[in-house]
């Protein structure tokens, strides 16, 4: 299995993982710089580090900010209340993510998920730099709308 995610210092992880417990978790997506501690912890984790997601509406444009891991365990909350904003007719959508201290595969497809299901309802992202490079290496940067000033998703 490859595993690719921004880590919780800012680094683009990216390896290949046996399915080998705490072993392959030891060899899985580290740096040279990087204890294998630290990889297990980034990666095979068995504590989730808790998603918090905050939704506010401002002139139309709904902003959720989101803060914490977007992972196969998580993401279902990103997701929840992209869902609520969207049921509520925001005139537009701004998801904030640059609080987010790690994101996985689940999370990068929830993204184009997002922004499928909002149809004509102008969606827009805050990233940070990590999320950016992620977004390059795996090929997805003109697939994010990103906002220009971050204020509204409209433009």
């Known amino acids: 299995m490859i595993v690719i995610g921004a880590g919780p210092a800012g680094e683009v992880l990216a390896?290949?993982?046996?399915?080998?417990?705490?072993?392959?978790a030891a060899r899985c997506g580290r740096r040279k710089s990087q204890s294998a501690r630290a990889a297990r912890r980034v990666l095979w984790s068995d504590r989730v580090?808790?998603?918090?997601?905050?939704?506010?509406?401002?002139?139309?444009?709904?902003r959720l900010g989101a803060a914490g891991e977007i992972d196969i365990a998580t993401a279902p909350e990103l997701e929840s209340a992209f869902e609520a904003a969207l049921n509520g007719a925001p005139a537009a959508i701004l998801v904030d993510l640059r609080a987010v201290t790690f994101i996985d595969s689940t999370g990068m497809a929830l993204l184009l998920r997002l922004i499928d299901r909002a149809g004509?309802?102008?969606?827009?992202?805050?990233?940070?730099?990590?999320?950016?490079?992620?977004?390059?290496?795996?090929?997805?940067?003109?697939?994010?709308?990103l906002a220009d000033d971050g204020s509204t998703a409209a433009g």
């Open 15 to 24: 390896g290949r993982c046996a399915r080998d417990g705490a072993a392959g």
């Open 49 to 62: 580090e808790e998603l918090s997601v905050t939704s506010e509406t401002v002139g139309g444009t709904c």
């Open 120 to 145: 004509s309802t102008p969606v827009r992202f805050r990233i940070s730099p990590p999320i950016e490079r992620l977004l390059e290496i795996i090929g997805l940067e003109g697939r994010i709308p």
